[in-house]
């Protein structure tokens, strides 16, 4: 089964980006969406949007439009989220997903990047 | 946007079953999926579709799904089941719709 990887902890300014990856290791992403979920410190999850890797559908959570982008690089296998104008409320773990479908569950998901936003 | 409501904590002897609830206008005409989080790890699937596991999940897991309330059970509850579990959910107009998690306590 594949597994997905993510980058490590990143820390940034109020009002600047964040570039998070997740490489599928093992394999590719197939035919299948990526998710893209949050989780504030203490909180529940919260998901933000979902890509088709081998056609590049993005479909994005209304709260996130205008503020986020996904983005995959099939030659190496590695999706991308870029959230803009961060804030500190933007401070959570971020997890990719496989998701299944456009209803569907999430498996397997990433081990997790913490996204620190401080000034 | 739609909403789902869980009880913030569930407290279990060993041995015993724990039952998780997870509330929803109309959720038993939904399809309703199950994670377990430890901390400091990410989420895993436990349930999908209201009560299939996935390969490696064993059968002390179950879902059921009715009018207004989804059910998680553990039975045989172990130490090692102690973790926040979410359900989740699918609505046209909120998207996917995370339940407010709860945390099952093994006494």
């Known amino acids: 089964q594949v597994q997905l990887v993510q980058s490590g902890a990143e820390v940034r300014e109020p009002g600047s980006s964040v570039k998070v990856s997740c490489k599928a290791s093992g394999g590719t992403f197939s035919t299948y969406a990526l998710g893209w979920l949050r989780q504030a410190p203490g909180q529940g999850l919260e998901w933000m949007g979902r890509?088709?890797?081998?056609?590049?559908?993005?479909n994005y959570a209304q709260k996130f439009q205008g503020r986020v982008t996904f983005s995959v690089d099939k030659s190496t296998g590695t999706a991308y989220m870029e959230l803009r104008s961060l804030k500190s409320g933007d401070t959570a773990m971020y997890y990719c997903?496989?998701?299944?479908?456009?209803?569907?569950?999430?498996?397997?998901w990433g081990q997790g990047t913490l996204v620190t936003v401080s000034s | 946007s739609y909403v789902v409501t869980q009880p913030p904590s569930v407290s279990v002897a060993p041995g015993q079953t724990a039952t998780i609830t997870c509330a929803g206008n109309n959720i038993g005409g939904r399809s309703v999926h199950w994670y377990r989080q430890k901390p400091g790890q990410a989420p895993v699937l436990l349930i999908f579709?209201?009560?299939g596991r996935p390969s490696g999940i064993p059968e002390r897991f179950s879902g059921s799904n009715s009018e207004n309330t989804a059910t998680l059970s553990i039975s045989r509850v172990e130490a090692g089941d102690e973790a926040d579990y979410y359900c989740q959910v699918w609505d046209s107009n909120s998207d996917h719709v995370f339940g407010t998690g709860t945390k099952v306590t093994v006494l």
């Open positions: 997903a496989r998701q299944e479908g456009d209803e569907g569950w999430f498996d397997p």
């Open positions: 579709y209201g009560s």
């Open positions: 890509i088709i890797p081998m056609i590049g559908i993005e």
